[in-house]
């Protein structure tokens, strides 16, 4: 347990670029936080509407607050100018759309300084919320811990920007955000990028429960696929090139995301976008491409000699909590993704931990048979009540 003198200071770095609507719930979250030693930096990244004055005002009766002014030049920048006007050993980045659970720094410090080796970074499991704050489904449940490098580079444990804890050194050690991608039309994979950057230098930990509320909209960064696929493979492409993301983990990663966006673009009629990305993510894993159409296509029929079920209801993220958002209907046949995939993936993710552990202990000369391994462990993820490919872990 922390006393108060040896809480060290945690930097909350908010950039905020025409968030007028949603930044007095995430300033709201982030002053709830039971974790006390706190400084609160905010970047208003040029916009145009009434973000200023929204966080001016908060400012006014926040002490522990600052906000900064700067000409709108995009995300990366923003949080990298929140860091450098923060002091905090740690820092704790936050998009100005989403939300905290109360608890969600204490417990990433505890988890940091409670690790055999103080991690470089720290991140959380999350909830997907929509625009009334109402949780639509869980996010990813991988639970990566140690040296973790390729297993993030296969498998995002993360997924969103405003769920880690990273250490000053190590966003450092990491150039910060990269700024590169924006300036080359490719913005979007900059958390993407600085996570992976991080997991090259440190070990990584994990927090096993549902702590931040990742807001969807149509009008978000993420929602531009195009964008995203040229983004993912910048970073990706780049660093396979230099040797850091290993081969057969790069072509496992292309097929995952060729996967995602090949579902995407068959459920917004773009067919022949999405037949390439289909082909894409057959060459590069034939495997896996199998089983996750083998699932699609068995939970497709069952829903349609059902017919369509009405959503789930939906619960504010307050009163969600950390549980899991799990509607449990075995007819969607669930089984067939976590007796195939999931076991895939398990399979995977399990040697690369082991080739990861033997590869640190052969750096470090510290070779020990019988130490534990870092943990692997993959979770079910969720069943959503949205249209397949929405929300759900691919």
């Known amino acids: 347990m922390l006393t108060e003198m040896s ?37 208003d990244d040029g916009s145009t509407d009434g973000t200023a004055a929204v966080a001016s005002a908060f400012c006014k009766y926040e002490p522990r607050a600052r906000l900064y002014r700067k000409s709108n030049g995009g995300v990366a920048s923003a949080r990298n100018l929140g860091i450098e006007m923060s002091h905090g050993e740690w820092i704790a980045p936050v998009d100005a759309d989403d939300l905290w659970h109360p608890t969600k720094i204490e417990k990433q410090v505890e988890a940091a300084l409670g690790a055999a080796t103080v991690p470089g970074l720290v991140y959380c499991w999350f909830h997907y919320i929509d625009e009334e704050g109402n949780v639509i489904c869980s996010g990813s449940r991988f639970q990566y811990d140690g040296p973790a490098l390729q297993r993030m580079a296969y498998l995002k444990p993360v997924q969103n920007g405003s769920s880690i804890l990273i250490s000053r050194a190590a966003a450092k050690d990491a150039g ?18 600085i996570e992976l950057q991080v997991a090259r230098r440190y070990d990584v930990a994990c927090v ?22 040229r983004s993912w493979d910048m970073v990706h492409q780049g660093l396979f090139q230099q040797g ?55 939970r497709l029929a069952v ?52 080739r990861e552990r033997r590869v640190r202990e052969t750096a470090s000369g510290e070779a020990s048979p019988g130490a534990e391994k870092p943990s692997s462990k993959v979770v079910d993820p969720p069943v959503s009540r949205r249209e397949p490919g929405q929300c759900e872990l691919i």
């Open 7 to 43: 809480k060290p200071l945690v930097s909350i770095v908010i950039p905020a670029w025409n968030a007028q609507n949603t930044i007095g719930e995430t300033l709201a979250s982030v002053t709830a936080q039971t974790y006390s030693n706190l400084e609160i930096v905010i970047v």
């Open 176 to 193: 910060g955000y990269d700024e590169s991608l924006r300036n080359a039309g490719n913005e979007g994979c900059e958390d993407v990028m």
């Open 208 to 229: 096993p429960e549902h702590l931040v509320g990742y807001r969807l909209r149509p009008d978000s960064m993420s929602a531009d696929s195009a964008r995203m696929r």
């Open 244 to 298: 850091v993301v290993e081969g057969q983990v790069f072509r496992w990663n292309e097929s995952v995301s060729s996967m995602e966006l090949a579902e995407k673009g068959f459920f917004a009629k773009e067919y022949g976008a999405a037949s390439r990305m289909l082909g894409r993510a057959f060459a590069q894993d034939p495997v896996r491409s199998v089983l996750f159409l083998m699932y699609r296509a068995l």
């Open 303 to 354: 829903r349609l000699l059902r017919g369509r079920q009405a959503d789930a209801p939906r619960i504010p993220f307050s009163a969600a909590g950390t549980l899991d958002y799990i509607h449990w209907d075995p007819d969607e046949l669930f089984f067939l993704k976590r007796l195939l995939m999931d076991k895939l993936e398990a399979y995977r993710l399990d040697r690369l931990a082991a």
